[in-house]
């Protein structure tokens, strides 16, 4: 209460873990491993079941790069809004989708049952196509 009034509020679905391991562990899900890239922070999210998908991850990288996955395929998880599409291909049978907005750059892909997304950070090289490969291939050959 806040002066005689009720603060209503949602709680926040994000939470900080301390490694892909414990993602992993949580949501039972596969979340590849990034060879040579240093992670600055992985966060877990935790939806009510039946609202635009049920868990995710999201990998912030320490050169500002992120990679975010939820469950339910078919999905543009990467949270930004108003993004041009600039190119699209196919890879292992999985549509890639590449966009901008402002400074990013970032792609939007399902693999079966899961909706990624890897956006290019700021000071990162501007191309999401060799990134967004390499989280299919292990996604698919796991």
């Not at 892909?20 to 949501?27: A, M, P, T, V, Y």
């Not at 009510?48 to 975010?68: L, M, S, T």
């Not at 599409?85 to 549509?95: D, K, S």
């Amino acid at each position: 209460m806040n002066g005689g009034e009720m603060i209503i509020g949602m709680a926040n679905p994000m939470r900080e873990v301390g490694s892909r391991e414990e993602l992993e562990n949580r949501f039972g899900f596969f979340l590849p491993g990034f060879s040579g890239r240093e992670v600055k922070k992985y966060y877990a999210y935790v939806l009510p079941k039946g609202k635009n998908g049920d868990d995710g991850a999201r990998v912030i990288f320490a050169d500002g790069d992120e990679y975010r996955v939820f469950r339910g395929g078919g999905r543009d998880v990467s949270g930004i809004y108003g993004g041009s599409e600039y190119g699209n291909g196919i890879y292992m049978g999985v549509e890639i989708r590449m966009y901008t907005y402002s400074d990013l750059h970032y792609s939007v892909f399902s693999v079966g049952d899961f909706s990624c997304s890897y956006i290019c950070g700021k000071e990162s090289h501007t191309d999401p196509l060799p990134a967004s490969r390499r989280i299919i291939w292990r996604l698919k050959t796991k």
